[in-house]
């Protein structure tokens, strides 16, 4: 029994029969910590623990109090461990450790004191999760001490008190739990010698930090701590001291022909079974064991079965493990995460004992090279293989904590067709995961559980395609969704493959381009139907008809029988041993970043005429002449020079120039939307460079439409537009299931118009990958979760770590180890700390902006008041004319939702008092004159009003604040003087008009001024902008999407005003060519780390929040905002005892003029 808790099961006095006065004492207590802790993490409601409820429903304070002193504790529950506190050490098996004194704890305790403790609380917690397989015993009975899980003679040893020295694991156990509760130094409460070096680690990990270096910071540190503070002074020792909270990594030999592993029964090998290579450098093996053997190749593996325990056995994320079963169910109409999609769903449907236990985990593979040299002219490969987890929330998946690097395949070249063999240790334990699974911790539930594992696809550029599925991708049958259906025709004279004329088979079977044999030439009418989907099972009886050369880098030039004319396998891939593969849908993924790159490449170099780049050169008009297509195109000689006419698709030099020139010189956009891409023009013969993936997609999706319309002819500007519209539709992170079915038909029409513009050799394997997209869109779900964004990320990060040049993959995997320490370490820091778990976002608003004033403590505080802003820069005073002072206080009131009971009562008053009054002319009076009724009202009948509606009635201050900038709705905001030099463009905005799908009831305008009314203890954050008129000044291209807005065209500025909570961002670009200059186009932007999220609820919501904060706190909701329960509005209509009548009178001609003079003063 803990010591001092006997109170908690004498409920009952025996003398009186009345419930004893210590036990309602010990129920406070108990609920002072339980909610405080609750209050640290975010929660309201805490698990009841009484004898009914059982710890198995949640209930605020007051709830559980009733029923604690009704129904009492359940039984031996006196290690409130479900609320927050940790189960001590059996002290006899430890003697040497004294655990923290929970019941200490007053009930006094704050959150601002209690955070002091965070770090001793926070170290403790994480050794006893990493470690809990060590010391849980029963997880199934709350009450079983036996720490170790000891068996029956051990106890009976235990209780004739032989005392035992712990084993190894229990002593590493012991000495971590040690350092992470004993103090920084006597009398420091603050921080531990876990925690210091912990973060230390992490700074070290996140920005690369040299071991020099952390050597150096540790020893100041060191110094400067006074006392006996025990921290290591270097590296060496930190590593040494989180050795423990380490995961596993292996080193396994390779043939350095990439013929074998070293592994299982063949590790005491020294010569591989297939090629004889010694498996040991010469010179390294001595027979006499005096020198160290030193291996050729060898492969880092780094298992994941313990890392995603680890996901389950923190407390930190194991909750996170369940989401797609608890919040990722959608309404079946969108796609939003992997969970929705029919790929998820068939796994469940197919494997149901695998869908019952919703811990089970889906991952994804990612694999690609990188050259870890700076050097580019010393080539070298390195090939790691992530592990991406799809159990998480949007928020956490594809995160760089939760991807896991599996292994990384050693240099200097590309393993090819083998990296099968390198991958066969992870297929091994991805067997083991379906087909066994792993006992594993639930830290959330409390439970153990069998934990198994699925790999549902993989991710990979187009080479690396042919790498892990086994179809080559080159060649005539380079598609591997067509497989030996879509063949494609070799060019004769550009002696390449090109896959125009293919696309008309995925038309509808009455479009008029299958009829169309005049622009196809010798392809005539097309009668094929798509080619159908083969399924797994399928290709698998094709695969195993097949007879394939061995592995070893002396065979990748040996081809199967039949190769390139029947079908492109170049092996049978290892994928296929796992049982589930050929059940799949889809089982492998190209990389939508890399084919978008490959398509805005094309398009761009062929009509900015880019030589040596260009897919319009003499070859292809040679062989345009083979297929019988555009005559005007074709070579013709003159005077024994031969002529290649212009075509329509390229631009002239003077429209090459204004275009640079443009993105140089004018091209502004938002902050942090992209790089700087006038940094890739070469000014001296005005062509790109060096443009990124990233750079690619930004131009791709926004500027080429723009920078090509008025130089292209329309048809051919608008099959562009489509194009990029195409993949601007694909990338979205919430889908229209309608929609996709639509995008399929749709790309189809598109290239097909390419076909007719474009040269043959413009249609390489990536523009026609594009026709199958939508199929995977709607098999798999939106492309960010499985494109290679944020694996490309990583590769750069670990490029960086390659310090050692002597051995490249040691460096990397070692300080990968750490890193990985350091991030799960992160977890247990204050929230509050910017590491890379819980990072300041760009354009953040900050926590302590969520609230600002004091509300009432009746009342919640208004919207309008409570919406978070942080105004920045150029802090001026602006006293508000009196005009000025009624218009914004006016919008105020209007965009107001708890104002809108008092709006629509004083618009019938109106109505009742004149009737002949239109809808227009009460709008008027409306704006005149709301504004002081409403503040009599407030004055005269103040019980119909919260107190936070009678400080908004009172008028804001006429002296304002003026800012140059503003942080809201995940955007960065500049005024346009402020930012008018600057090389970004922050001022654009939109006010989303009647619904959010029509652009066209958008109002669009510019920020000029940025003002902070002060209403007593609150504030409200004010744009004035100027508008552009949305009916002549706004037109929209609807093939494209593309909207414009001309600049000469402007609203009357007598209603200039919006709130910030209202502002969306866009930016405005203008044409680069002569004819459009009076028109700009409008690019909307998306608010930084915020995320669309299909919740399923009833009434259909869009739910936005932030990626990298707590859901709970950071929820911006869609502008519907719940009244007071208490206040309906309709005790307003009855209850306003001698309120003035509003009369107006006079004929309907006069009325308008005659307003101001009828209505009464007061009014």
């Known amino acids: 029994m803990a010591e001092g808790r006997e109170w908690m099961y004498n409920r009952i006095s025996r003398t009186s029969g009345n419930i004893n006065l210590e036990f309602v004492e010990g129920v406070n207590h108990f609920l002072d910590y339980a909610f405080t802790i609750a209050q640290r993490n975010g929660e309201s409601m805490v698990k009841c623990p009484c004898t009914k409820c059982k710890l198995r429903k949640y209930f605020d304070r007051g709830i559980i109090k009733t029923h604690l002193c009704k129904n009492g504790f359940r039984e031996q529950y006196y290690i409130w461990d479900c609320h927050g506190e940790e189960r001590p050490i059996n002290p006899i098996i430890y003697r040497g450790y004294t655990p923290i004194n929970v019941d200490s704890f007053e009930s006094t305790t704050t959150i601002d004191n209690y955070d002091e403790q965070n770090h001793v609380l926070g170290c403790t917690q994480m050794v006893r999760e990493v470690m809990h397989p060590l010391y849980i015993g029963s997880a199934n009975d709350e009450n079983d001490f036996n720490t170790f899980g000891l068996d029956d003679d051990e106890e009976t040893r235990f209780e004739t008190n032989e005392i ?152 930190k994320t194991s909750e996170f493990m369940t989401w797609h079963m608890r919040g990722g169910s959608g309404d079946g109409s969108t796609i939003s995460h992997p969970c929705q999609s029919e790929a998820w769903k068939h796994v469940d449907q197919t494997f149901p004992d695998f869908a019952i236990e919703s811990r089970n985990v889906r991952l994804g593979l990612c694999t690609d090279g990188f050259n870890p040299n700076s050097d580019f002219s010393n080539p070298y490969s390195i090939w790691p293989v992530f592990i991406a987890v799809y159990n998480l929330p949007p928020e ?53 559980f069998v934990m198994r594992a699925c790999l549902i696809w993989t991710i990979s550029d187009f080479p690396a395609y042919g790498m892990l599925s086994g179809w080559s991708t080159h060649g005539r049958l380079a598609c591997p969704y067509c497989l030996g259906e879509g063949v494609a025709q070799q060019l004769k004279f550009g002696k390449k493959p090109c896959w125009w004329g293919c696309h008309r088979r995925f038309l509808r079977a009455q479009h008029g381009f299958r009829r169309d044999s005049q622009s196809w030439g010798v392809f005539g009418a097309e009668r094929r139907r798509p080619c159908p989907i083969v399924s797994g099972a399928e290709i698998l009886r094709n695969i ?169 002819q329309p048809p051919l500007w608008t099959a562009i537009s489509e194009f990029c519209k195409f993949f601007r539709i694909i990338c979205a992170k919430k889908l229209c299931i309608a929609d996709i079915e639509k995008l399929q038909d749709a790309i189809a029409v598109t290239l097909c118009k390419l076909e007719k513009v474009f040269p043959p050799s413009f249609f390489d394997s990536m523009e026609h990958l594009t026709v199958h997209l939508p199929w995977e869109l709607k098999i798999c779900g939106p492309v960010h979760y499985r494109w290679m964004y944020p694996f490309e990320r990583l590769m750069k990060k670990l490029k960086e770590k390659a310090k050692n040049k002597q051995f490249l993959e040691g460096s990397i995997v070692e300080k990968f180890w750490v890193q990985e320490v350091a991030l799960f370490c992160e977890h247990y820091f204050d929230n509050n700390s910017g590491t890379r778990i819980n990072p300041h976002v760009r354009n953040e608003v900050g926590a302590n902006m969520l609230v600002i004033g004091e509300a009432s403590n009746d009342f919640e505080m208004l919207s309008v008041f409570k919406h978070p802003v942080r105004n920045f820069s150029r802090l001026t005073n602006h006293v508000l004319s009196d005009e000025e002072l009624h218009h914004v206080h006016s919008y105020v009131l209007f965009n107001t939702p708890e104002v809108q009971p008092y709006i629509t009562h004083f618009e019938n008053l109106t109505r009742q008092s004149s009737p002949r009054l239109n809808d227009s002319d009460v709008a008027k009076h409306r704006m005149t004159h709301f504004a002081t009724w409403f503040e009599l009202m407030a004055k005269e009948s103040p019980h119909n009003f919260t107190s936070q509606l009678i400080e908004l009635s009172q008028w804001p201050k006429k002296k304002a604040k003026s800012y140059g900038g503003s942080y809201v709705n995940g955007y960065k905001f500049h005024t346009r003087t402020y930012g008018g030099t600057k090389r970004t463009s922050n001022w654009g905005v939109c006010v989303l008009g009647q619904t959010s799908e029509a652009d066209h009831y958008d109002f669009y305008g510019m920020v000029d001024e940025i003002w902070e009314l002060f209403y007593k203890k609150n504030k409200v954050t004010i744009f004035k902008g100027t508008w552009f008129d949305p009916t002549s000044g706004v037109r929209i291209h609807e093939p494209s999407g593309v909207v414009d807005v001309r600049h000469t065209s402007r609203l009357h500025p007598e209603d200039p005003f919006i709130l910030a909570s209202q502002a969306q961002q866009v930016y405005y670009v203008s044409y680069p060519t002569e004819g459009l200059r009076d028109w700009l186009a409008v690019i909307k932007n998306k608010p930084r780390h915020l995320i669309e999220v299909d919740t399923g609820t009833s009434n259909d919501q869009t739910s936005l929040f932030d990626v990298e904060a707590d859901q709970d706190d950071f929820v911006v909701e869609d502008a519907q905002i719940q009244d007071d329960p208490e206040f309906d509005g309709t005790d307003l209509l009855v209850n306003f005892g001698t309120a003035p009548q509003i009369v107006i009178e006079g004929d309907d001609d006069e009325i308008l003029d005659d307003v101001e003079e009828d209505i009464p003063n007061y009014i």
């Not at 156990?173 to 912990?198: I, N």
């Not at 590309?414 to 792993?438: A, H």
């Not at 065979?555 to 092996?571: E, M, Q, S, V």
């Not at 062929?606 to 297929?627: H, P």
């Open 544 to 712: 195993e008809s097949i007879s394939f050369p061995p592995f070893g880098s002396q065979y990748d030039n040996l081809r199967a029988d039949g190769f390139g004319k029947t079908h492109n396998w170049i092996k049978k891939s290892i994928f296929w041993d796992l049982p589930y593969w050929k059940d799949l849908l889809v089982r492998h993924n190209p990389d939508v970043m890399h084919i978008e790159k490959n398509c805005f490449d094309n398009v761009f170099n062929t009509v900015m005429d880019v030589k040596g780049r260009t897919k319009d050169n003499s070859n292809s008009r040679r062989d345009m002449e083979l297929l019988s297509i555009r005559k005007e195109l074709h070579l013709y000689q003159r005077n024994m020079i031969m002529y290649q006419p212009k075509a329509s698709y390229v631009l002239d030099k003077a429209g090459v120039i204004n275009i640079c020139n443009w993105l140089r010189e004018e091209v502004k956009l938002p902050d942090g939307y992209s790089s700087n891409i006038g940094h890739c023009v070469n000014t001296t013969n005005n062509t790109f460079y060096s443009m990124k993936s990233h750079d690619c997609h930004v131009f791709m999706q926004r500027l080429l439409p723009i920078a090509l319309r008025g130089y292209l």
């Open 164 to 315: 035992q020295n712990p084993n190894k694991n229990a002593e590493e156990f012991y000495k971590l739990l040690e350092d992470a509760s004993a103090p920084l130094y006597d009398g420091c409460t603050s921080h531990t010698r876990l925690s210091v070096v912990a973060e230390l680690l992490s700074v070290k990990s996140q920005y690369n930090m040299s071991d020099a270096c952390y050597d150096k910071v540790a020893s100041i540190v060191e110094r400067i701590v006074p006392g006996d503070n025990h921290l290591p002074k270097s590296f060496y020792q930190s590593k040494k001291m989180i050795h423990g909270l380490g995961l596993p990594y292996f080193k396994i030999d390779a043939c350095e022909n990439n013929c074998m592993l070293f592994d299982g029964n063949d590790k005491d090998l020294m010569y591989c079974k297939v090629c004889g290579v010694c498996r040991y450098q010469e010179g390294s093996i001595d027979r006499g064991g005096k020198m160290k053997p030193i291996s050729k190749k060898v492969l880092r593996y780094l298992p994941i079965t313990e890392r995603l325990k680890r996901m389950y056995m923190s407390s």
């Open 396 to 448: 956490l998946c594809m995160k760089e904590p939760y991807i896991f690097m599996a292994m990384l395949i050693p240099g200097p070249r590309s393993p090819g067709r083998n990296i099968d063999v390198f991958l066969r240790p992870l297929i091994d334990e991805l067997n083991m995961l379906w087909n066994v699974g792993v006992e594993t911790w639930d830290a959330f539930r409390k439970q153990n």
